[in-house]
């Protein structure tokens, strides 16, 4: 498992990420992050490394962030005890629920608080990029919440596989720009909207959607989502009486894992990422990055990443187009390998499966991503009876609906009955 840190490095730089000092001061979490960009991207990143140093933890940004996380945004969201789920598991089972959160998942926590320091930084418009949507539309949202003009940038394909989403980007005010080079998804979408923002650095502010990129996104990300784990963790205390023995949540790009699982590193709770396990284990099936990736540098970062012998980055496969992603956030690529924590991943079916059974059980229709962390708890839970857990629920499901429409679901048992 650590085979890539020596003999007694893994327990001193999980020791220093407990601490709060990683990354370090060149953006590293141990051997990992980083910023390895071309040239012409440096003096935008080292204003934003600037700019998040001076404006991020002082009083006045963040008494404006927590105004807009309570207000706004809705926070602090519920802890959910799932009474019908926790008797089928023989489990005692917690929802940390940022699916109630403003535009309906996590991403907004993000998304609101690179808004605002957007607007610290004096900038004139916001740039961000999509994949399914989501980062589009609370980007779009927190854009039009402190008013600077936002463009989204959208692989083609994505534009026209979520619809629904680039009309909610465009009716929240956003210009929808579609990506046609690259493979025109995601990382396409990506390296467009790094394209832009180096033609004018000081006017544009580029909103990035996950724990991952070059420093100082990764830590900026999990600054701005660990309110989810902060809130948890004192829920936990207060309501459940105690801890989770464990805590579950679904990894794409890893930042509302890293947002849930950051705050409990010093704790006794075993934390478990969950990844996409698609449609089976061959190269291209899935996006179980951390699970079966190897190192490399992918979009500025030194990470775990899926990729060939020859370190052409593979396609990746999800039921869940927010898990599919052929990369990882570097602090998650550390946190592996000191074996703080373990990545293990669902596949789709099982993901299908589950969130059928919350829906059933508590009346909440997850997404698809957090289905994934539902999954892979259950199995747990059979395996460890009588375990209090903690399962990050990501975000609301209604966005699936088009995906969910080609699985039926089943007949439910007392309509049966
Ligand atoms: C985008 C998304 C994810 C995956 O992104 P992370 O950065 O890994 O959190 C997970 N769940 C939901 C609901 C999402 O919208």
Not at 118 to 134: C, Y
Request: net charge negative; proline share 4%; with cysteine.
């Amino acid at each position: 498992m650590s085979a890539i840190l020596e003999e007694g490095e893994a327990e001193r730089l999980l020791a220093q990420a407990i601490a709060g000092k990683l990354p370090d001061e060149r953006g590293r979490f141990g051997p990992f992050g980083g910023r390895y960009v071309p040239e012409t991207l440096v003096p935008a990143f080292e204003r934003l490394e600037a700019g998040v140093r001076e404006h991020l933890h002082a009083a006045e940004f963040q008494d404006e962030f927590r105004r807009e996380l309570r207000s706004w945004v809705g926070r602090p969201t519920a802890l959910t005890y799932a009474r019908q789920l926790s008797e089928r598991w023989g489990a005692e089972v917690w929802l940390k629920r940022e699916d109630l959160a403003h535009t309906g998942a996590h991403k907004i926590n993000n998304a609101i608080g690179q808004a605002l320091l957007a607007k610290r930084l004096g900038a004139k418009r916001v740039i961000a990029e999509t994949g399914a949507g989501q980062h589009g539309v609370a980007s779009a949202a927190a854009c039009a919440r402190v008013g600077l003009p936002c463009s989204v940038y959208m692989g083609a394909v994505d534009v026209e596989r979520q619809a629904p989403n680039v009309d909610r980007m465009r009716r929240l005010g956003a210009e929808v720009v579609a990506v046609t080079a690259g493979d025109a998804t995601l990382r396409a979408a990506i390296d467009e909207a790094l394209r832009v923002w180096v033609t004018d650095p000081d006017g544009i502010y580029y909103i990035l959607g996950s724990a991952v990129g070059a420093h100082p996104y990764p830590y900026l990300v999990r600054e701005l989502q660990s309110v989810i784990g902060e809130e948890a963790r004192e829920q936990m205390l207060r309501e459940a009486g105690g801890l989770a023995d464990a805590a579950f949540a679904c990894v794409g790009g890893g930042s509302n894992a890293i947002g849930l699982f950051y705050p409990l590193l010093a704790d006794d709770t075993e934390l478990i990422g969950v990844e996409a396990g698609g449609t089976g284990s061959g190269l291209g099936q899935n996006a179980a990055t951390l699970a079966t990736g190897t190192p490399g540098v992918l979009q500025g970062s030194y990470t775990i990443i899926l990729q060939d012998n020859d370190g052409q980055v593979q396609e990746t496969h999800s039921i869940s187009a927010g898990l599919d992603y052929s990369g990882v956030g570097p602090e998650h690529a550390l946190l592996k390998s000191t074996g703080r924590v373990s990545y293990i991943s669902a596949t789709d079916d099982e993901a299908l499966e589950a969130l059928e059974e919350l829906c059933e059980t508590e009346g909440i229709l997850t997404a698809l991503e957090t289905s994934h962390a539902f999954a892979a708890a259950r199995n747990w839970a059979r395996e460890h009876p009588g375990k209090r857990i903690l399962i990050g629920n990501s975000g609301r499901g209604d966005k699936d609906m088009p995906t969910l429409t080609k699985y039926p679901a089943k007949v439910r048992s007392y309509a049966a009955a």
